[in-house]
């Protein structure tokens, strides 16, 4: 239960004009998509704070800084009254400190549950792309984004729709009319955020490449590796070698760190990362935290022994799942496990 009320897109933009001084706020590690949700209202509704107390990820700070979007790890001024979280789970917003009894919007494509003193909300999981949202809300009120907000829209729901293989027919609908807005073609726009890597990660990668041992289980490959930086990096790399679960661990001074990353099929079979990561933390002791598809498991101990907990957790996880699946179906098929 989400307390205020579920909004329209054209009430929605009705409020967010009503002169109410506010404040944009991204989410933790903020990518693309939130970037340029926050950037399209920001410059469409004159809303001038872009708030952003936990940072970007590499991509949105490199977009960022080549279109000149500004955004504050302050606090926003006790003068601001609302707050209008923007591609952030609800269930985040307990992390950001100093809202105090400022009114809270949030517009997000995320699935989340719970009561976050919302006081309007567009929460859409259909929707691939918070970005898409955005320039509904923009084209329902009968304005138009600029071409620098329309150019961070389409990489938007480039990003997060995985290069639209999670598109919808709609996404690609409001990415074309943000086409028309922009001056540059999609490849251009692409190329423009696309970051040459340092060599340093470039050697990381290759090296966790071949520090890489995997599993398999249910048709599914659980792969281990580590190295002394740049895990997510690597854990990224081993996905798009075709892992379906990555575990890429560094340790230092008995400190270990395990960054997961399940690939499609993974998420698809409902694997979560942070469940799984909770269970470990329970072992071994630590914290774990983020998304069902990425997370990370700060604890200690002999990393080995870390990592290989994580790959047994997860193949006994694939293991009783695809149980319980042939149970459902009334369809034994001794002996595949
Ligand atoms: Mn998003």
Known sequence: ?????ACSASSMAELLADGTPSAIALHPGADVDCLA?????????????????FGMDRIASAAAENYGVQTSAET???????????????????????IGDREIFIIDHHQSS???????????PAAPSCSEIIVEIIEECGLTASCKAAELLVLGMLYDTGRFRRGTAKTLRKCASM????????GELVARTEIVRESAEQTAILKGMQRMVFRTAGGYMVCCSHTSAYESSVASALIGAGCDVAFVASSSEGAVRVTGRTGERAARASINLVTLFGRIASGFGGTCGGHA??????????????LNSC??????YIGASAARASENAHARRGGRF
Do not use: K
Request: hydrophobic share 45%; charged share 20%.
């Open 37 to 53: 949700s926050a950037y399209a209202l920001s410059s469409t509704f004159g809303i001038d704070y872009l708030w952003a107390p």
């Open 179 to 186: 086409l028309e807005i922009a001056e540059a073609g999609l």
């Open 114 to 124: 719970g009561d976050f003193g919302a006081r309007a909300y567009i929460i859409d």
């Open 311 to 316: 790959a047994a957790e997860c193949l006994e």
């Open 293 to 306: 598809g990425a997370a990370g498991l700060n604890t200690e101990g002999d990393m080995e022994s870390v």
């Open 76 to 98: 926003p001024p006790p003068a601001i009254r609302r707050i209008v979280f923007v591609d952030t789970s609800g269930s985040r917003i307990a992390e950001y400190t100093g």
């Open 1 to 5: 239960m989400i307390n205020g009320s």
